[in-house]
Every structure is written in structure tokens, then in C-alpha cells.
């Protein structure tokens, strides 16, 4: 700061606070991505008191500090002329917010399926098309997507002009003008807003999970146990469900990144998260397809094993392995080596013998490819990265919990 200042005298500097665990639009569930709308829109209204604008409003504006929005793009922020009566990003915002809520509200397409093709989000004429003829009037998809499309057929491309600042003598007026602005894209947003308690393939899981009530308590006693003796400070929950030992490891003092699939889930882990104040920040990640490196030369978002890798002291991989062997194919060794890259000291996993029911409906009657799967072979397996500190074996299930130790570890 004051190598700076004695450079440029009377200069600025903003810094916004390190986050831990960057995280993409992509990877987040429609809850926060609403939540980071939110702050955008709080944020260019806030400033217009000073004469400030937001002069773009991206997604990746935003990072999320366990469940919570911050606002980290400090070059975002310009001086802007108060008799200018519009908000220059509005039309971004509506591509890169409400439209793609609005397709996975109405239609169902994945965030991740959105981003990950369509970086700065939907245009409106990619809504419309989507639309029966009937649903192109409906008042929403009519003022966010008809409207614009069937206004753009009108203007040609070329002209340069619909680009020109024009100014209002009228200063009130102006201002009067742009926060109608804001208040119309709040509302929008607002209508848009994720609802709670939908169900999915995965988010009754705690509810109707394989275990019965003291193998499950026996469970979270060895969880708890692991996290008391090694005190992780950063666990990842991988395959998390809805939080619930997300939420014990953040209870136990550690930064939580939960991942899972399923989108329901990942939102409930959300709002678990913000009604608990618990430092978890959920993700939808599969762990079998990670979320790849992209933009210019892959460079502009790192993967999430990039990110990922080394950067944890602490792994959870509960009620996962079956799902990785069976559903994903992946081999033993395999899982346990990227665990072994993913912690720099716990893993907390559980094993689930192919004599499970719930590994024998994954196998669709191809159990007879696991037989040689069992906890010796297990255990052989994970000697190759890991030292087994102790086991549990839950009582009235073919599940065995394992605490382990990685090589090299202090």
C-alpha cells in the first residue's frame, strides 16, 4: 500500500479478502447462483450514491466464502455520469443470471450443462426457441426473451448508434430512471429464486438410507471421532448428499468444500449451510467426470482436481465407493490413489461389501464382476497409500467404516 501510494500519490488500493476455494458458475446450484445475483444488484444500486457503476455484471464476478457471496472483481467498479439514465450491463445480467434460472426453473437444463458451453449465459432468442408458441407470452419469458428477440429482427447489427451514451439534462431523472432499472431486474430475479423441498433421485437419501438407526449413529460416532483426532482445518465431503457430515466437520472447526451431483442436494446443503452459519461451500461436482479446465488455453478456470489437489487435510468419502466401482466403473486402486491426491492426511471412507443391497441394485444381477471385492482386498488396497489407524464394522449392515492415515503424513 505505501509503495504504492509513494509512486502515485493519493492513490487507492482495494483488495478483496483471499477465498480459499475459488468455485465457478458452473459447479453451483441455482441457489447461488441467485444468491450471487443478488449481491451484483445490491452492489450497483449501492454505489450510485457515489456516482459509482458496476460497468459488467458476470457470474465470475462472485466467489463464495463457504455458503456466502463476495464480490471480488474490485476493477468492476467506474465512475459514471450522473446524467446517464442506464445500467450499461443490464442486457449481461439477463443473459448471465436470469435467463439461465429461468431455463433451469422452466426446462430443467443443468447449470453446469449451461456454463460449461455457454460461458456468459443464454441469449434471449436461445429461450424463445425453447418456447411453444403459447409459452413466448407468458409474462416472463415475454419481457426476458420474446420482447428482445423479436425487437433484435428489427435493428441491423451494424448500427452503432443504439450503443451511443445518451445523457439526461435532468440529473433526478436520470437517476429516477436507472433505479427503476434495478428494481425491475430485482423483481425478475425474485421471481426466479430457486424454490426449496424438490425431490430428486438422491435428496431422500437420509431419509431412507440403507443403515438402521444404531449403525447410523455408530456412523457419526466414528466420523466425529476422526475429525477430534486429527482436527482437520479444510475437509472435502465427497459425495456429500445433503450435508449432514458436512455439517459435522464444519461443526468441528474445519473449512467444508461438500461436493455432490445432484444438484437438489448440493441446494439444500446451501441453505443448511446459511441457516446453520456453517463454513461450507456445496458444489456440484461429479467426482467421476470433475469439472474441467476452461477458457483461453484452459487457463482462465482451473479444473477442479487442479484445485482440488493437495489442498485438503481432511476426506470424507462416505456411502461413495460403491457408486464409483459400480456405477462409474472405476477401479479400486484408482479411487484410493485420487483420495490419496486429494488429502494431505485423513481419508474417511466407507466400505460397502457387494452383499449390500443397495451395491446389488447398482449392480443390476452383474454382482458376480465384484466377487473378488471384499475388506481384505480392501484393506490390501489401500496399504498401497494409506495406514489404517482403526475400523468399525456397522452393526446389522455389510458396511465398515475406516479411518485412515495418509503415508508420509504427520
Known amino acids: 500500500m505505501n509503495s504504492i501510494r509513494a509512486a502515485w500519490p493519493g492513490a487507492t488500493l482495494f483488495e478483496h479478502e483471499c477465498i480459499l476455494f475459488p468455485s465457478y458458475p458452473l459447479e453451483w446450484p441455482p441457489e447461488m447462483l441467485w444468491e450471487a445475483g443478488r449481491l451484483t444488484l445490491d452492489l450497483g444500486r449501492a454505489v450510485l450514491a457515489e456516482d459509482y457503476g458496476l460497468k459488467d455484471a458476470a457470474p465470475s464476478n462472485v466467489l463464495f466464502r463457504g455458503s456466502e457471496p463476495v464480490f471480488i472483481d474490485m476493477l468492476s467498479f467506474e465512475r459514471r455520469n450522473p446524467g446517464d439514465p442506464a445500467w450499461k450491463p443490464c442486457a449481461q445480467f439477463i443473459r448471465a443470471f436470469l435467463l439461465p434460472l429461468l431455463a433451469n426453473r422452466r426446462w430443467g437444463l443443468p447449470l453446469a450443462d449451461i456454463f460449461t458451453t455457454h460461458r456468459d449465459g443464454l441469449e434471449p432468442e436461445e429461450i424463445y426457441r425453447l418456447c411453444r408458441p403459447w409459452e413466448r407470452l407468458h409474462p416472463r419469458i415475454l419481457s426476458l426473451a420474446s420482447i428482445p428477440t423479436w425487437l433484435s429482427r428489427r435493428v441491423s447489427p451494424d448500427n452503432q448508434k443504439i450503443y451511443e451514451t445518451r445523457l439526461l439534462a435532468n440529473v433526478e431523472k436520470a437517476r429516477y430512471i436507472v433505479e427503476s432499472v434495478f428494481t425491475r431486474m430485482r423483481r425478475a430475479l425474485d421471481s426466479l429464486r430457486p424454490a426449496a423441498q424438490k425431490k430428486s433421485t438422491w435428496s431422500d437419501y437420509m431419509s431412507a438410507h440403507s443403515y438402521n438407526d444404531p449403525a447410523f449413529a455408530a456412523k457419526e460416532r466414528f466420523v466425529s471421532e476422526a475429525l477430534a483426532e486429527f482436527k482437520p482445518a479444510r475437509v472435502l465431503d465427497a459425495g456429500a448428499n445433503t450435508g449432514h457430515f458436512s455439517a459435522l466437520a464444519a461443526q468441528a472447526g474445519a473449512a467444508v468444500v461438500a461436493v455432490d451431483l445432484d444438484p437438489v442436494c448440493v441446494g439444500e446443503i446451501w441453505r443448511r449451510a446459511c441457516e446453520m452459519k456453517l463454513n461450507i461451500l456445496p458444489l456440484v461436482v461429479n467426482l467421476a467426470r470433475p469439472t474441467p479446465a476452461t ?116
Open 295 to 410: 477458457g483461453w488455453r484452459n487457463q482462465e478456470s482451473l479444473s477442479f482436481l487442479d484445485r482440488a489437489t493437495g489442498t485438503f487435510d481432511g476426506v470424507l468419502m462416505l456411502a461413495l465407493l460403491h457408486h464409483l466401482l459400480v456405477t462409474e466403473r472405476i477401479p479400486l486402486g484408482e479411487i484410493l490413489g485420487l483420495a490419496a491426491e486429494l488429502t494431505t492426511a485423513l481419508l474417511v471412507i466407507e466400505f460397502i461389501a457387494p452383499q449390500d443391497a443397495m451395491f446389488q441394485r447398482l449392480t443390476r444381477g452383474r454382482v458376480h464382476l465384484h466377487t473378488v471385492l471384499n475388506e481384505t482386498a480392501f484393506a490390501e488396497a489401500c496399504a498401497a497409500h494409506f495406514e489404517i489407524v482403526r475400523t468399525l464394522s456397522l452393526p446389522g449392515t455389510r458396511r465398515t467404516m475406516y479411518c485412515l492415515r495418509r503415508k508420509g503424513a504427520r
